[in-house]
C-alpha cells in the first residue's frame, strides 16, 4: 500500500549534509559519545564492556524506570522503549487504527502524524492552528464542531513542530475533557518536552489514561543520532497489541542506544538546560532579525520548544511560494530553510530552528540575502 511522500525528510535528504547555514533543523546541538559519558561520570570502558545481545522487547527495566520518573502517575511497565521516536507513531497508529476509522489531527504538522493515519484510515480532519496577530492560537470551536463518536483518536504535539505552541492549563485541560468525552484515544508527541521558558502543562501520561505519550532523546536532548525514543501507554492491552507489532518492525531497542539514554537521562537536566541556553540566545538573534526585516515576515515567538514557524510576504521577497525561496536559498546560498508546506500548511510559512550554535552565521547570512533584495 502507498503512502504520501514524506516532504521533510526529503527536503532535508536533499540539502542537510551539503548546506553551509542549517536554518531549519529542529533537533538542538548535539555532542560527542566522550562528552556525554563525561557529563554523566562514565567511562569508556563501560561503554565497551556492552555485550551486543538481543535485549528486552519492552525495553531495559532499568531504562524504563528512569524515564517513568519523568511522570507521576507513569509505572515502568508503562514504558514501551523504541528503536526511534518516529517508530512510535506507526506502531500506535498502526495498532489502533481500522480503514473505517476518523482521526483528527492538529495542523500543521510533522509528517508522519498525519500521513501515517491517512495510510491506514478513512479520514483525518484537520484542527488547524491558527495565526493570530501576533501569535499562534488553538480554535477549541473548530474542534468541537469535527470531534465526535465517530472519532478514533485525537493527534496532537505540544510543545508544537512547527509553531512552537503550548496550550494553557485551562486549554489543556479542555482539550483532556473533551477527549474523555467523546472516548477518544489521544496521541501526545511530546518529543519538544522540557523546552518550555515557563511553568508548563502536565505530561498528557499523567492526565488521561486513554493518551499514548511519545517522547524521546532526539531535541530536548540534543542526541537525535542516539534514535532514543518510548511511548507511555497506560492501558494494558493497547500495551500488549503494540508491542506484538514491535516484533514486526524492530523487535527491541538497540543495546548501545539504551546504555547511552541512560546515561543521557542521569544528567536530563543539564541537557535540557544546555539547549534552552542556545535556543534562548538565538530568539534574541530572530527578535532583531525580524525587527529589521517588518515587511518581509510576520513573526510569532514560540512559546516553547526549539521551532518557529514564520510568515513570508512572497511579493516582497520575490517568489511566487515559500517552495521556490527554500530551494533557491538552498542551491544558491547554501541555506536551508523548511517550506510550510512540508509540514502541510500554506506555502507562504518556512520553519525555522532555533537549537543550533551556528544559528548566528546563518541567520546573517539569510539576512544577506534579504537585504540585497531591496
Ligand atoms: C513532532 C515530532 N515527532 C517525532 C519526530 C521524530 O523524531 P526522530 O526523528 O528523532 O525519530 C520529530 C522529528 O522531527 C518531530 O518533530
Not at 6 to 24: D, G, I, K, P, V
Request: glycine residues 6%.
Amino acid at each position: 500500500m502507498r503512502i504520501e511522500p514524506f516532504l521533510t525528510e526529503q527536503f532535508f535528504a536533499e540539502y542537510e549534509f551539503s548546506a553551509r547555514y542549517l536554518l531549519a533543523p529542529s533537533d538542538c546541538e548535539t555532542m560527542s559519545v566522550g562528552e556525554l559519558l563525561r557529563l554523566s561520570g562514565s567511562s569508556l570502558e563501560e561503554l565497551g564492556d556492552l555485550t551486543l545481545g538481543y535485549t528486552e522487547s519492552q525495553g531495559d527495566p532499568q531504562l524504563r524506570s528512569q524515564i517513568s520518573e519523568m511522570y507521576t502517575e507513569v509505572r515502568s511497565e508503562d514504558i514501551v522503549v523504541l528503536t526511534s521516536p518516529v517508530e512510535g507513531i506507526y506502531l500506535a497508529m498502526q495498532t489502533l487504527l481500522e480503514p473505517e476509522d476518523e482521526v483528527i489531527a492538529l495542523r500543521p504538522a510533522y509528517d508522519a502524524l498525519n500521513n501515517v493515519a491517512r495510510h491506514l484510515c478513512r479520514e483525518v480532519l484537520a484542527w488547524n492552528l491558527v495565526p493570530g496577530t501576533k501569535r499562534w492560537e488553538l480554535d477549541f470551536d473548530q474542534l468541537e464542531s469535527i470531534i465526535g463518536p465517530q472519532t478514533r483518536m485525537l493527534v496532537v504535539n505540544f510543545p508544537h513542530n512547527p509553531t512552537g505552541y503550548v496550550p494553557s492549563n485551562s486549554e489543556f485541560n479542555r482539550l483532556i475533557k473533551l477527549a474523555r468525552k467523546h472516548n477518544v484515544w489521544l496521541f501526545c508527541d511530546e518529543i519538544y518536552r522540557g523546552l518550555e521558558f515557563e511553568p508548563t502543562i502536565p505530561s498528557a501520561a499523567d492526565l488521561y489514561e486513554k493518551s499514548i505519550v511519545l517522547s524521546g532523546l532526539s531535541k530536548t536532548y540534543g542526541l537525535p543520532g542516539l534514535r532514543a525514543g518510548w511511548l507511555v501507554i497506560r492501558n494494558r492491552d493497547l500495551r500488549d497489541e503494540l508491542i506484538n507489532w514491535k516484533h514486526y518492525t524492530t523487535i527491541c531497542p538497540a543495546g548501545p542506544t539504551e546504555f547511552l539514554a541512560r546515561k543521557a537521562l542521569l544528567v536530563k537536566e543539564n541537557l535540557a538546560e544546555r539547549s534552552k541556553a542556545i535556543i534562548r540566545q538565538n530568539l534574541k538573534l530572530c527578535e532583531a532579525f525580524f525587527a529589521r526585516f517588518p515587511e518581509h515576515f510576520i513573526w510569532r515567538r514560540p512559546l516553547a520548544g526549539s521551532v518557529a514557524f514564520i510568515e513570508v510576504n512572497l511579493a516582497k521577497i520575490g517568489f511566487e511560494s515559500a517552495t521556490a525561496h527554500c530551494h533557491h536559498l538552498a542551491q544558491n546560498h547554501g541555506i536551508v530553510l523548511l517550506p510550510g508546506k512540508c509540514l502541510g500548511f500554506d506555502d507562504t510559512f518556512v520553519r525555522l530552528g532555533l537549537g543550533r550554535v551556528g544559528f548566528q552565521t546563518a541567520l546573517e547570512a539569510y539576512a544577506t540575502v534579504i537585504s540585497d533584495k531591496n
